[in-house]
């Protein structure tokens, strides 16, 4: 267990891969509760600081990079060459992803929202919740186009999903 406070990529300079994911997870976790109590701030800048521990900065300096393949992959650093830790790191940089766009949605921060949905787009495009955040975002920009095409996506992936349909009839 980590003793020390880490609360950015900073401090984690010289820890394990394993103590930066826990580090990030309890950030994580912090978040989550501020979130659930309201706090959209605090959470915002919980998710932030766990991105931050694991080496996933959220300006545009450093938003995923195209792979071989073609799909968007983390910055690297030798330390995240495990498959199972970059699998792990890239999970719990999605989930604060979404989280982190989930709270600008709602803080009414529609350009960071919409940055940050296609940060999780781009680093998992299955991700219907990315789609559908991005095409939120869209909508408070006033991008109608952009929030059509993401919302007809998500509604494809989701048609059960009524929340996704009615965002979608209202920006037709």
């Given amino acids: 267990e980590v003793s020390r406070q880490v609360n950015g990529p900073a401090d984690a300079e010289g820890l394990s891969p394993e103590e930066c994911l826990q580090a990030a997870m309890r950030a994580k976790d912090a978040g989550n509760l501020a979130f ?8 915002s800048a919980a998710y932030e600081r766990a991105l931050g521990i694991i080496g996933c900065r959220t300006d545009d300096a450093e938003m995923p990079e195209i792979g071989l393949n073609g799909e968007r992959e983390m910055p690297t650093d030798s330390r995240w060459d495990d498959t199972a830790r970059k699998e792990a790191r890239d999970q719990l940089a999605l989930s604060c992803l979404l989280n982190l766009s989930q709270c600008e949605l709602r803080l009414e921060r529609f ?5 940050h949905a296609t940060a999780a787009v781009e680093l998992e495009p299955s991700s219907s919740k990315a789609v559908y955040r991005r095409g939120l975002a869209a909508m408070g920009l006033g991008l109608l186009e952009r929030a059509r095409t993401d ?6 992936r989701e048609p ?3 929340d996704v349909r009615a965002q979608l009839s209202e920006c037709q």
């Avoid at 659930?36 to 959470?43: H, R, S, V």
């Avoid at 919302?151 to 494809?156: G, M, N, S, V």
């Fill in 111 to 115: 350009a960071e929202a919409m940055r």
């Fill in 160 to 162: 059960r999903s009524a």
């Fill in 36 to 43: 659930k109590a309201g706090d959209l701030q605090q959470a």
């Fill in 151 to 156: 919302l007809t996506e998500a509604a494809r």
